[in-house]
C-alpha cells in the first residue's frame, strides 16, 4: 500500500483495492505519505550536509524506493555506510537485490521492535564503527501497536547508539477522533491486527524525550526545512504526517 501511495510499481490489486479504501477515509492519504517520504529524504540530506553523519540504520525500510537512503547520503558524504532492517521476508529479498551495492549497505531482516537483535547482528557490528549514527524511523512508528510500544523501541535504539548520534521520526497523526479511530481500524481490518494507530502529535512528540531536537523542533512534515522541491498539495487537514530530528 505504501508503494502505491509513493507512486512506485511493487504492489498488487488488493493493495490498490485497499488503498482505495483508505483514502474514501483519509483522501489527503497519497498528499501525506509523500510528504513523510519528502521529509526522511530532506532529513537525510541535513544529516550529511550539515552534521556529516557517515552512518545510518533505516529501520522498516519497507520496499526500496527511488532515492534510498544511501544515495542521498552520498551526494553529501561519499563513504556513508547504510544499513535497511525490515522483518517483511518479500522486502528483505527486494532490498538485497536492490541495495547491497556494495559493502558499505546491508539489508538486515530483523524485527525492530527486539533492537537487540539488529544491534547484536554480527554483519550489523561488521559495518558500523563508533561514529556518529542517524536512526531513522520513516512512516514505520505507526504501524506498530501500543503493546510493541513504539517510544521504547526508540529509547531502546537511542541508548544503542553511538554518543552524538540522531534519531529522525515521521508518524501519522490527527487531532480528529473520527480519523484516528476509523483509518486505525481500517488499517487493523487490513492488515488481520499487524498494525498500530494513528496517534496524536503530543505522543509523538514524547518519542524525542530527553534528546536535542534540531530546528525547528517537532512539527508537520510539510513544515520541516522545506527546500524548494515541489510536494504534492495536501488537499485536507484530516490528518498529516508529523516529525523531528533529535540528537541523542
Avoid at 512528540?205 to 527546500?227: H, I, K, N, Q
Wanted: glycine share 8%.
Amino acid at each position: 500500500m505504501y508503494e502505491y501511495l509513493l507512486g512506485g510499481a511493487e504492489h498488487y490489486q488488493s493493495d490498490r483495492d485497499a488503498c482505495a479504501r483508505l483514502l474514501r477515509l483519509a483522501p489527503s492519504g497519497v498528499a501525506v505519505v509523500r510528504n513523510c517520504r519528502a521529509f526522511l529524504e530532506r532529513a537525510v540530506r541535513v544529516l550529511a550536509e550539515e552534521h556529516g553523519v557517515t552512518q545510518y540504520i533505516d529501520f522498516g525500510v519497507g520496499l526500496p524506493a527511488r532515492q534510498n537512503v544511501h544515495q542521498i547520503a552520498r551526494e553529501h558524504v561519499p563513504r556513508a555506510r547504510v544499513i535497511y532492517v525490515d522483518i517483511d521476508p518479500m522486502a528483505v529479498a527486494h532490498g538485497r537485490l536492490v541495495l547491497e551495492e556494495d559493502r558499505r549497505t546491508l539489508v538486515v531482516r530483523a524485527d525492530i521492535t527486539r533492537p537487540e537483535t539488529v544491534f547484536g547482528d554480527a554483519e550489523v557490528r561488521r559495518l558500523l564503527t563508533p561514529e556518529p549514527t542517524a536512526a531513522l524511523f520513516g512512516s514505520v512508528l505507526h504501524c506498530l501497536t501500543d503493546a510493541q510500544a513504539p517510544a521504547e523501541l526508540v529509547a531502546g535504539v537511542r541508548r544503542r547508539l553511538p554518543p552524538g548520534s540522531f534519531v529522525a521520526i515521521s508518524h501519522l497523526v490527527s487531532d480528529d477522533e473520527r480519523v484516528r479511530r476509523e483509518v486505525s481500524a481500517l488499517m487493523g481490518e487490513l492488515t488481520r491486527g499487524r498494525w498500530g494507530r494513528v496517534r496524536q502529535p503530543g505522543e509523538v512528540e514524547g518519542y524525542f524525550a530527553g534528546m536535542r531536537l534540531l530546528e525547528p523542533g517537532v512539527t508537520d512534515t510539510r513544515s520541516w526545512r522545506p527546500d524548494g522541491r515541489l510536494l504534492p498539495p495536501q488537499r485536507t487537514d484530516e490528518w498529516t504526517g508529523w516529525c523531528g530530528v533529535a540528537r541523542t
